[in-house]
């Protein structure tokens, strides 16, 4: 690890001057992704400046009815606040099924949105890969990639994003926030994570500089009847090979209402807009969950070691529309 | 320490009641040392240099920018670092992993192997330099790429032979009514105990001393003797508590190092190894490919066995996974055919690893096993008890004690097997099929030499000094219990020193033999002291202290097949619309000798069935074959079971008293890992009907054999 | 601010270290770091506090859990500078005097470990834990995570998933378990897990058919 700087910010104005527009400058939040990233040399800043006392670790709710939730409120604390589990179950399902409780309790929402794909070749600064070294490569394709992405990759990278916290904001059509020396600026999520293209290194929509200041959540009464679900090599403490967030509203036998977005499957959260379009009005039987999957799974394009995802995904989505319905009609 | 059992224990029965570790309150507190938690004044920090090629030849090192850099006190690279000789046989009989024997030439034999030692005033100078050390190599092409049909595969002895045969097989499986003839791959698996290997090295008085962290000080400072061309009396090694072995933990390239650094340096020098750096330099056991063929008679009584197993290993030092060596014990059959192979890749020297050979090999024997009694139509617990052997069914020599029939009898009755509906995939509860299955296992018991001393005190107290090591076996507290019953005084009275070179020779914690080889030795110098004791001479200020040698001893043991048991029972439930597989209980009878101390016995046993469970279901390192290396070396890629992983689980033993051992001890430590995987397998067939014979059983694999089921609309193959 | 604030500020962003205060178990500790240093390294090579264990150094095993303003914390990612002010407790923090913390205790009596090198990470964890499920936190094996479900009770399962960032080699889980269990049920006044979450909770010797 290269030697660095340190500083803290006290207010938001004053850490977004600290950061300036040097490249070689970080925010650090929970440093849970950016600290490790520090050990392994993928990240080598000159200068931290720490944002975590800044005053934004709080979740209110909006005037219309959403909440806000701000940039350093922890992983741990989202996951437990009762407007968030009471109107939003699955964001705190999917907050709750991510890493562990030590980690929960030092991450950021901020760094969570912002954190870097856990592919073993992107991690590893001895083999190449195309978003950490642009150009060099990206051996995934034709090497190890049985958890990596089957929507929306390209040549030159098939990197999963690896949160589960963005998956559920995602289908919840959050904001996201920042503030940068020109003002303050706000990105949908579904906009925020780039398209992987020819250019894998440039992940967000964030400008040069910007510091997320937080997240908001429009009002969905969908989204009451929402659960997150994810499969993993393990039963607990780690990384999705594919998660579902699903919120469902049947009304007389009809999809009122729908939102799905998947995870672990591209280098961005995935909103299922496909499945979603075919769920629009359609009756809530399993031939409409089935026929959703498939259109947003039309798409998928596997790679040799990792076409089980397309079953997996199928399965999750049908199971957790399923599920929904099934408590709808109790 | 605090007798935790009931009931009031006798003065000499302080063996087959439960204790409490004796270490445990320094372990819960955190004031239990580890090696790299002694300071030192002075002590300088070396880290490690990687190549970053599979092969080749260094070209250059550019260290002149690394020395300058803060804090820097020296590199290390075959250029300069003190010279070793690898020309002798260590302790187990073996010459040295040359892979140990870093910087003494320019060749590359694995991605990941030392090519520098930076030394620095702290920790973080030292990381941050050994990351800007720039190596140029000449990289040549390199394989890695172990399969079954590797044409330059070929057979090695090992504790045993590589190849036996008898009787003709293919007559024998022609002539059978049924029969089975199926592979199976287990993948790279890693030892990854918690505490990462570390030692601290430093000249003191003209001697070498080095903290450790390892399973046995005596060999390690035999290896570093020999290494360093020093008299063994001039070499000390302590290792007082060690933070898990599981054979990893002997001399690795991280004490040499620190030596090397510590001689040229003249100041104390730690070496502690990243959890990645343990990816190619820990050891770890090889995949293996294997190929058993089963013939039996209608009545499931086997004619015909073979059993062939391939490894593989560094191109510069030979280890073989021994896995086709557990049918040589399990199973007789009138043609009995076993080989283990190995071939040489670019990769590092695997080593030993919690029940080598047994544990790949048991889960394909026993999984093939599981199938033949499909074929018969026989009750897997019976087909096992139709095929056991009189006598070895290689060696020919008698069992010392066989009570793998009364393991399987009881685990059946305690897990409720007699009421199993034998077909599968006709068991849910909600979106899980549930399924059971269960394997037999053994693993060998024996006793190697070693030395102790036991010091009568004048205050009525008690020493035993012995170079035994506790990597969280509880062998500190069961030698305790051993002493005080041999001494006959309550365990509080005697104090049982270990991890120091200094107490004499001894032998390692491993091949599940630390325990009866050490409590033999203290057994002999107590009931020596004893019988001093008993003169009733006084007792001087120094102590009394008597010294005993087991050598003799136990190379007067008559030749016999002497092993531990044990029958695995596993329930497990699977989602096939997502490949997940959970265990939900799992039992495991086992007939392993005299227990010494219930307490910490059953976390042994329940350990290694966890292994079990994590080896079935979890575990896979994965090699990068365009490089050569590991994707994901670290313990986010490679999956260990997690607490959640895991669920209640019971371990009970067997009376099984060893006649041929002063305390009737056999081994523990191994025995709970032997069949488990097996076990949860042969439940996921039970669960789905598909047999999976790759571990580890992914979701992937899972989903993708559910599909491949339903599209041909019956069983199916994973 | 004050001024010296302000300059201790301006050196930070120019040097590449500084002195520190740590407040560590109640007592203060005041020390130069390089800001390359982890709370964790801090703990161990500096201040001699060896008991918060490094086993990934990656924020991958849990070994070195501690209790960051009463909240259980990895400290390999922590780093130290940003540590300042914050209430720190290790596992050498726990015990009053002679008198081990409840959870240690368990731990001790239920043979809650073997190499013991992960010890002190679960027991941080396991009082991080157990104070989370007092809050009424729900935990991703909770089945229903709206407040008016109420608090899951501390079911085996759910103390699982909860200790699961903490791995454990020696495979000590079913001890673990049930020393946790214990704690809990001692810190909240009841028998250790209320009978109907009682269930994979035992050390009986009886059949688990």
Not at chain 1, 124 to 146: F, I, M
Not at chain 2, 618 to 636: C, F, I, K, Q, Y
Not at chain 3, 127 to 155: K, Q
Not at chain 3, 182 to 205: F, L
């Amino acid at each position: 690890m290269r030697e660095f700087g340190y500083q803290r910010a006290s207010d938001v104005a004053g850490a977004v001057a600290l950061l300036g527009a040097d490249p070689d400058t970080r925010f650090l939040g929970g440093g849970t992704n950016l600290v490790d990233l520090m050990k392994t040399g993928v990240e080598r800043p000159a200068r931290l400046v720490d944002i975590r006392e800044l005053p934004l670790g709080e979740i209110e709710s909006t005037a219309d009815g959403g909440l806000r939730i701000g940039a350093t409120v922890t992983n741990g604390d989202l996951a437990a606040h009762p407007e968030v589990r009471r109107r939003y179950p699955a964001l705190a399902q999917a907050v709750l099924a991510g890493a562990s409780g030590q980690l929960r309790n030092m991450a950021t929402v901020g760094g969570n949105l912002l954190q870097r794909t856990r592919c073993g070749y992107f991690t590893d600064v001895t083999k190449p890969c195309n978003k950490r070294l642009p150009g060099s490569g990206c051996p995934a394709v034709t090497g190890d990639h049985h958890n990596h992405a089957i929507l929306g990759a390209s040549e030159n990278c098939v990197a999963v994003h690896p949160s589960d916290m963005a998956v559920a904001l995602t289908a919840f059509d959050a904001v996201v926030h920042y503030e940068t020396a020109d003002g303050p600026g706000e990105s949908p999520l579904g906009e925020f994570y780039l398209p992987v293209g020819d250019t894998p290194h440039r992940e967000t929509a964030l400008p040069p500089g910007a510091l997320i200041t937080g997240v908001t959540l429009p009002p969905a009464p969908v989204a009451a009847h929402s659960r997150y679900r994810k499969v993993r090599e393990r039963a607990s403490y780690a990384f999705a090979i594919g998660s579902v967030a699903a919120a469902l509203d049947v009304r007389d036998g009809v999809v009122h209402d729908v939102r799905l977005a998947l995870g672990a499957v591209a280098s961005r959260p995935w909103r299922a807009g496909a499945a979603e379009r075919v769920l629009a009005g359609a009756p809530a039987t399993t031939d409409s969950w089935t026929a959703a999957a498939d259109a947003e799974l039309a798409a998928a394009r596997p790679l040799p070691h990792n076409g089980y995802k397309v079953t997996l995904m199928r399965n999750l989505m049908v199971a957790e529309l399923t599920r929904l319905a099934e408590e709808a009609a109790r | 320490m605090t007798t935790v059992a009931t009931g009031t224990a006798a003065p000499t029965s302080a063996v087959g009641t439960a204790h409490t570790r004796v270490e445990g309150r320094d372990k819960v507190t955190g004031a239990a040392r580890y090696a790299g938690e002694i300071p030192f004044e002075n002590l300088a920090h070396g880290w490690l240099a990687l190549s970053t090629v599979a092969r080749g030849r260094i070209r250059a090192l550019e260290t002149d920018t690394v020395l300058g850099m803060p804090g820097v006190l020296a590199v290390l690279d075959h250029r300069n670092a003190p010279r070793v000789t690898t020309d002798y046989t260590g302790l187990l009989g073996t010459p040295p992993d040359p892979t140990c024997a870093v910087f003494q030439h320019d060749r590359v034999p694995h991605l990941g192997w030392p090519v520098a030692l930076v030394v620095a005033e702290t920790s973080e100078q030292a990381r941050e330099a050994a990351e800007a050390l720039v190596v140029h190599y000449d990289q040549e092409p390199h394989d890695v790429g172990f399969k079954g049909d590797h044409p330059d595969a070929y057979p090695l002895d090992s504790h045993g032979p590589a190849v036996t045969g008898k009787g003709d097989l293919d007559a024998e499986l022609a002539a059978s009514a049924h029969v089975v003839d199926r592979e199976f791959t287990t993948p790279e698996e890693h030892h990854s105990m918690m505490e990462p290997h570390a030692a601290t090295a430093r000249w003191e008085d003209g001697r070498l001393e080095v903290i450790d962290s390892n399973q046995g000080a005596t060999w390690v400072v035999g290896e570093l003797a020999n290494l360093f061309s020093l008299d063994p009396a001039s070499v000390r090694v302590r290792s007082e508590h060690v933070g898990g072995g599981f054979g990893s933990k002997g001399v690795r390239a991280h004490q040499v190092a620190a030596v090397m650094a510590a001689t040229t340096l003249q100041r104390p020098v730690r070496v502690v190894l990243t959890r990645r750096q343990m990816f190619s330099l820990a050891g770890y056991r090889s995949p293996t490919t294997q190929r058993v063929r089963l013939g039996a008679d209608a009545d499931g009584r086997l004619r015909a066995l073979e059993h062939r197993s391939l490894s593989m290993t560094s191109t510069v030092h030979e280890f073989i996974e021994s896995s086709a060596g557990v049918a040589r014990v399990m199973y007789d059959a009138d043609a009995h055919h076993t080989a283990n192979r190995v071939v040489r890749l670019d990769v590092p020297t695997p080593t030993w690893m919690r029940a080598p050979g047994e544990a790949p090999g048991s889960f394909a024997l026993e999984a093939a096993l599981d199938e033949l009694a499909e074929e018969c139509g026989i009750d897997p617990v019976e087909l096992r008890l139709r095929n056991e052997p009189a006598k070895g069914p290689v060696s020919g020599l008698p069992f010392a004690g066989r009570n793998l029939p009364a393991c399987l009898r009881e685990g059946a009755r305690r897990f409720g097997w007699a009421d199993r509906d034998p077909r599968p995939g006709v068991r849910r509860d909600g979106r899980w099929l549930l399924g059971t299955g269960m394997a037999a296992a053994s693993f060998g018991a024996g006793a190697a030499p070693s030395t102790a001393t036991a010091t009568a005190h004048p205050d009525g107290t008690f020493t035993v000094r012995i170079a035994a090591a506790d990597i969280g076996t509880g062998a500190r507290t069961a030698l305790t219990l051993v002493a005080a019953d041999a001494l006959g005084v309550r365990p509080e009275r005697v104090q049982v020193r270990i991890g120091d070179s200094d107490f004499g020779p001894a032998m390692i914690a491993g091949g599940s033999m630390g325990t009866r080889s050490w409590s033999w030795a203290i057994t002999a110098a107590a009931g020596e002291l004893r019988e001093r004791l008993a003169l009733g001479s006084d007792i001087p200020p120094e102590g009394i202290t008597v010294r005993s040698d087991t050598t003799a001893a136990i190379g007067a043991l008559a030749p016999a097949e002497r092993h531990s048991y044990g029958a695995q029972f596993a329930e497990v439930a699977v989602d096939v619309t997502t490949g997940e597989v959970r265990v939900r209980r799992m039992l495991g009878i086992f007939a392993a000798g005299r227990i010494v101390n219930p307490l910490t016995a059953r976390g042994q046993f329940l350990g290694g069935m966890i292994w079990g469970i994590s080896m079935a279901l979890h575990e896979e390192a994965v090699r990068d074959r365009a490089t050569g290396g590991h994707v994901g070396a670290d313990l986010a890629g490679y999956h260990v079971a997690t607490h959640a992983d895991v669920p209640h689980i019971e371990a009970d033993w067997i009376d099984d008293t060893d006649p041929g051992d002063p305390v009737g001890i056999k081994g523990i430590g191994e025995i709970g890992i032997v069949g488990a995987a097996a076990a949860v397998a042969n439940a996921v067939w039970h669960a789905t009907g598909v047999r999976h014979r790759d571990l580890p059983i992914r979701p992937d694999r899972v989903l993708a054999a559910s599909q491949d089921a339903t599209s041909s609309g019956g069983a199916a193959d994973a | 601010m004050s001024a010296l604030a302000t300059r201790k500020k301006l050196l930070m962003a120019l040097s590449t270290s500084s002195v520190i205060t740590l407040k560590i178990n109640g007592e203060k500790h005041t020390l130069p770091v390089d800001h390359r240093t982890t709370l964790l390294d801090a703990l161990r090579e500096r201040l001699d506090l060896t008991g918060t264990k490094k086993g990934c150094d990656q924020g991958q095993c849990g070994a070195c859990t501690v209790l960051l303003d009463g909240r259980r914390g990895v400290a390999c990612l922590q780093l130290a500078v940003a540590a300042e002010g914050r209430e720190i407790t290790t596992v050498e923090g726990l015990a009053d005097g002679e008198r081990l913390h409840p959870v240690q205790q368990a731990f001790l009596d239920l043979d809650g470990f073997q190499c013991g090198y992960c010890t002190p990470g679960q027991i941080c964890s396991a009082i991080g834990a157990i104070e989370e499920h007092a809050a009424g936190w729900p935990s991703a094996v909770t089945d229903d995570v709206r407040p008016e479900a109420g608090p899951p009770p501390l079911s085996a399962d759910e103390i699982r998933e909860r200790m699961s960032g903490n791995l454990c080699r020696c495979g000590a889980y079913n001890s673990i378990v049930q020393a946790v269990a214990r704690a809990a049920g001692a810190a909240s006044g009841t028998d250790p897990v209320p009978g109907a979450s009682v269930h994979g909770v035992t050390d009986s010797k009886e059949t688990v058919a």
